[in-house]
């Protein structure tokens, strides 16, 4: 029987006491909310969803996902090989630049090779005999709030954007992939885009058996119109003859992860700091990248305003500010959401600080601890 969605602070307060903290928390039956959309749009639109492992590459729940997904997506060889050891179905290798040895081990484990050039393209492609191959296209546009992330960026490397080097690659694939969205949560964005790229590359697409939209498209987001989504989907399908793929990420896991701290000391200096035993830089990293605050869903309107912090001697170790609904003491349990996407597959042991442990909550309800880091495994990450 599967576990109702339960308050994130009840699970964590009903299991005060058996998992130390810090520890992330993943909840398959959030996952699941987001699974079963993207399955959906499988039904619906014929589009198949590969995972984005370079965001998320927690196996542990692949058990779950690989019900709803079609397989995994990856930007090296690692990624791949986990791709195809944990997860298995589809394998789409995708990498800024192989190397030699790369391609020697991703041909006995892929099912498509993407290249991001057509001299990689070119250079390696008598060694994929038997292989789809396909080439990952820059479209010229994008959806993205941060230059930093923003894949059609000036001088962008990603994907090839002169059209005689498209044209002349033409004969040696079968499919393309464009990735050039980012948090996008608008459709009528998307089908700006996906406009753009039909008038621009249509005669090309025709010539195709399949396209990734790559990653990025916020689908599964509450009131997303879904409907709109598909049809947009299976009318570009249909109008280019091509299997269509979706390489969804953070669109996968939204909402379905935590990182569970405890305060250990409040200090004052013009306000209340309580600091915790995780870290941003280590635990978060995202957050300093993009200079955003991490979601704390419990503290949004109370009396009792802290700021977060962690526990690191960066000076800007900083969660965020929040307005908490009663007063934090050493001890409390701190929640904080979304702690799922670019976080783990970044974390790192900077400061020495403790490894969140990894806790996935099954569908069934129950808690189990999946991975535990100890001194061990700080030691043996240099030598
Ligand atoms: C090629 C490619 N596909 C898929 C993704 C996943 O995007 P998201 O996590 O935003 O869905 C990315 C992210 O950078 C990407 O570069």
């Known amino acids: ?37 993207i399955a959906l749009v ?5 589009a198949k969803s590969v995972l984005a492992l370079k965001c998320f590459s927690t196996w542990s729940v692949f058990g779950l996902m690989r019900r709803y997904m079609d397989g995994t997506t990856s930007s090296s060889l690692y990624e791949a090989r986990l791709g195809h050891e944990k997860f298995g179905k589809e394998v789409h290798a995708y990498c800024v630049a192989f190397s030699p040895e790369d391609i020697e081990a991703v041909r006995s484990i892929a099912t498509k090779v993407i290249f991001n050039s057509t001299s990689q393209l070119k250079r390696y492609r008598s060694r994929l005999k038997g292989l789809p191959l396909g080439l990952r296209i820059n479209p010229g546009v994008s959806h993205s709030h941060f230059d930093l992330a923003d894949p059609a960026r000036r001088y962008s490397r990603l994907g090839v954007s002169r059209r005689s080097d498209l044209e002349e690659a ?7 992939m464009f990735h050039c969205q980012c948090e996008n949560d608008r459709l009528e964005s998307f089908c700006r885009i996906l406009d753009h790229i039909g008038e621009k590359f249509g005669s090309v697409l025709r010539r195709l058996e399949w396209v990734s939209l790559g990653g990025g498209i916020y689908f599964t987001q509450d009131g997303y119109p879904l409907d709109g989504f598909c049809r947009r989907l299976a009318e570009f399908s249909k109008e280019f003859r091509v299997q269509v793929y979706l390489e969804p990420g953070e669109t996968a896991i939204t909402r379905s992860g935590f990182l569970v701290t405890k305060v250990l000391d409040i200090v004052h200096n013009e306000r209340d700091i309580a600091i915790v035993d995780a870290a941003v830089e280590p635990h978060m990293l995202d ?15 109370g009396k009792y305003t802290y700021t977060v912090a962690g526990r690191t001697c960066l000076a800007g170790d900083v969660f965020g500010t929040y307005r908490f609904p009663e007063k934090l003491r050493v001890g409390s349990l701190i929640p904080v959401a979304d702690a799922s996407g670019y976080t783990m597959v970044k974390k790192n042991w900077f400061n020495g600080v403790q490894m969140p442990s990894i806790v996935v909550r099954r569908l069934n309800g129950r808690l189990e601890l999946v991975k535990r880091f100890q001194y061990k495994d700080y030691l043996t990450n240099l030598s």
């Open 1 to 37: 029987m599967n576990a109702e969605e339960k308050p994130i602070e009840d699970i964590v307060r009903e299991n005060a006491h058996a998992f130390q903290t810090p520890y992330y928390l993943i909840d398959e039956t959030r996952l699941l909310k987001n699974l079963k959309r």
């Open 42 to 46: 499988r039904e619906r639109s014929g």
């Open 170 to 176: 033409l004969p040696l694939i079968s499919g393309a």
């Open 287 to 301: 957050l300093l990248i993009y200079r955003t605050d991490a979601k704390i869903d419990i503290a949004q309107k």
